[in-house]
Every structure is written in C-alpha cells, then in structure tokens.
C-alpha cells in the first residue's frame, strides 16, 4: 500500500523559512507526479505545489511563486517544499499527494493517495 508522510511543519515568524518532506513508500516513486496542497480553517483545499515525475517540471499557484519551491530526490523516495519569507496567509495544513500518472495536475481530484497532514503556523 501507498503511503505518504509529511514532515517539517512548525510555528514560525513571518520572513521565515520552512522546508516541508514527504516520504513516500509502498509504491514506485519515480513513476508518479507529486503536489502539495494545503487547506486553512475555514476554507477549501487549494493548490500549492506540483512537479512531475522526473522533477523536471515544477509549477506553482501564482500566491507563493518566487517563495517556494518543489523540488524532489526518487532515489530518496521523497518531495521537498522549501517556503522562505512566509507570511501570515500562508497558515495551514500542508499536505503531499501523489498521482496515477507522470504529470503535473493542480486539481486535488487528479490524486489518489494523500499524507495526513503537518501545521504550518507563520506568526505575525
């Protein structure tokens, strides 16, 4: 079975940087395309991150473009989100996804497995 943890999450000020990690096991790695999503209180799921399978192509909602980036290691079997100059908004929970395929999709439908989850909390 396929599972992803997330990991790196904490409370940190704003102006910050964080490096979030997602292990997966139970499948092969190297095959699928990865993203990271995140949800805060109160409101929907939403994009954040995604790269395709062989970390050659990374794309990005436009409210965190220049401040993360995605990045991946298949022989580690793991996904990096490197957030610097966090802000506020950017509070919530992180979460890592994998899809069925080889490329980049934003839409939480195109993933099958996802983490459980790691708090990001940024401070004023």
């Known amino acids: 079975q396929v599972q992803l943890v997330e990991s790196g999450g904490g409370l940190v000020q704003a102006g910050g940087s964080l490096r979030l990690s997602c292990a997966a096991s139970?499948?092969?790695?190297?095959?699928?395309?990865m993203g990271w999503f995140r949800q805060a209180p109160g409101k929907e799921r939403e994009f954040v991150a995604a790269?395709?399978?062989?970390?050659?192509?990374?794309y990005y909602t436009d409210s965190v473009k220049g401040r993360f980036t995605i990045s991946r290691d298949n022989a580690k079997n793991t996904v990096y989100l490197q957030m610097n100059s966090l802000k506020p908004e950017d509070t919530a929970v992180y979460y890592c996804?994998?899809?069925?395929?080889?490329?980049?999709?934003?839409?939480?439908?195109?993933?099958?497995?996802w983490g459980q989850g790691t708090q990001v909390s940024v401070s004023a």
């Open positions: 139970g499948g092969t790695f190297s095959s699928y395309a």
């Open positions: 996804a994998r899809r069925g395929s080889l490329d980049i999709a934003t839409m939480t439908s195109r993933y099958n497995y």
């Open positions: 790269i395709n399978w062989s970390g050659g192509t990374t």
